[in-house]
């Protein structure tokens, strides 16, 4: 009785040393996993920062450009959003992107009306 429990009490030590060893393996592969996702999420959000002072460098260029434009030249700009909304609409842009170029259109000429090319 005794070798019995002996020989059962070393196969359950020799299983959790098993499990030890696996649980250490994934343990490995989840932290290589949160530490690429972590590296991802970083760059992502570097890249989002660079697009956003990019976006508000070229805003501020537009706004002073464009306020001590003639209103010809408000008239030509206009046009070419009109016809470059056009070309994206048939181009089968995503409606997400078309909403974004409307909002940002609006931003520097209030009121404008951008629609699709009349059929």
């Not at 019995?4 to 290589?32: D, H, P, S, T």
């Not at 409606?95 to 699709?116: D, K, N």
Request: hydrophobic share 50%.
């Amino acid at each position: 009785m005794d070798q019995e429990i002996a020989q059962r009490l070393a196969g359950l030590e020799a299983a959790v040393g098993q499990l030890k060893v696996q649980n250490e393996r994934m343990a490995g592969v989840i932290n290589g996993f949160v530490e690429a996702t972590h590296s991802s999420f970083q760059k992502l959000l570097v890249n989002e920062h660079m697009a956003g002072g990019t976006q508000a460098a070229q805003r501020t260029i537009t706004d002073g450009l464009l306020a001590n434009a003639d209103q010809a030249t408000r008239r030509n700009v206009e046009a070419g959003l009109q016809v470059a909304y056009e070309a994206f609409v048939a181009q089968g842009f995503d409606p997400a992107f078309l909403e974004q170029f409307v909002i940002a259109a609006r931003s520097v000429f209030p009121g404008i009306e951008l629609a699709p090319a009349a059929e």
